[in-house]
């Protein structure tokens, strides 16, 4: 199937800095990628909608200058924490869409990569 | 808006036992439904989904769920589960086909944490 690479797995950072998470589709192409968060046994929270070559669609309560998401190239976008604190810390999870086309139907299905594990201290 | 519930928390069941975790949903016109199962500290992996057709969709590992549409319910069953199925599980749905122009986002249940024991 396909693979979406999430890097770093883990990163611990003092309070204050910036950390960046980078997800990238290794063997298709993603116009959309989808950045989540997960707190400890709960569900994914979606967080925005990262569109290639366009701005990222936030969800409501997701602040767009705390969580800076760029989506540069078909293959990777980027979240960036600026200013992290305690409370940013938590699972990210980034997943790709890959679309297909099957004659004149376009279906589509999701890849999620393995998730980031930030720690801010 | 679209939502899904997945009343249960936790389901403990026996290895070789039938198991089910439990999945509504809320959604204006078709939904698509899908399962993603997620092992601890790692990434979602995808099981099954309903788009169209059959109600009974079969899975990776010997899943299946049923679509319901009266009850807007997709529950994930297994006929005899294994240990190694011990994961959290996830029922997501979204309002749109995720091929389509429109971004079709996922929404996710609150997911339910599978323990089988031996």
């Known amino acids: 199937g396909a693979v979406v690479s999430q890097h770093p797995s883990r990163v611990i950072c003092k309070s204050g800095t910036s950390v960046k998470i980078e997800c990238r589709s290794l063997?298709?192409?993603?116009?959309?990628m989808f950045w989540y968060r997960q707190f400890p046994k709960k569900s994914l929270m979606l967080m925005a909608t990262?569109?290639?070559?366009?701005?990222?669609?936030?969800e409501q309560g997701v602040e767009k200058d705390k969580f800076l998401i760029n989506h540069a190239s078909l293959t990777l976008s980027t979240l960036t924490v600026t200013s992290a604190h305690p409370e940013d810390s938590s699972f990210y999870i980034c997943s790709a869409r890959r679309v297909i086309r099957e004659g004149e139907l376009y279906t589509g299905e999701l890849f999620f990569g393995e998730g980031s594990r930030l720690t801010v201290l | 808006a679209q939502s899904v519930a997945q009343p249960e928390d936790q389901v403990n069941v026996a290895e070789g036992n039938p198991l089910t975790v439990k999945c509504t949903y809320s959604?204006?016109?078709?939904?698509?439904l899908f399962w993603y199962v997620q092992y601890p500290n790692r990434g979602l992996q995808f099981l099954l989904k309903y788009i169209t057709g059959d109600n009974l969709v079969k899975g990776s590992y010997g899943f299946e769920a049923e679509f319901n549409k009266s009850q807007t319910s997709f529950h994930l069953k297994k006929p005899s589960a294994l240990v190694s199925d011990s994961a959290l599980y996830f029922c997501a749905v979204s309002r749109r086909a995720l091929g389509s122009s429109n971004t079709g986002k996922l929404i996710f249940g609150q997911g339910t944490t599978l323990q089988v024991k031996p």
């Open positions: 063997d298709f192409q993603a116009t959309t």
């Open positions: 959604v204006s016109g078709n939904p698509y």
């Open positions: 990262s569109n290639e070559g366009s701005k990222a669609t936030y």
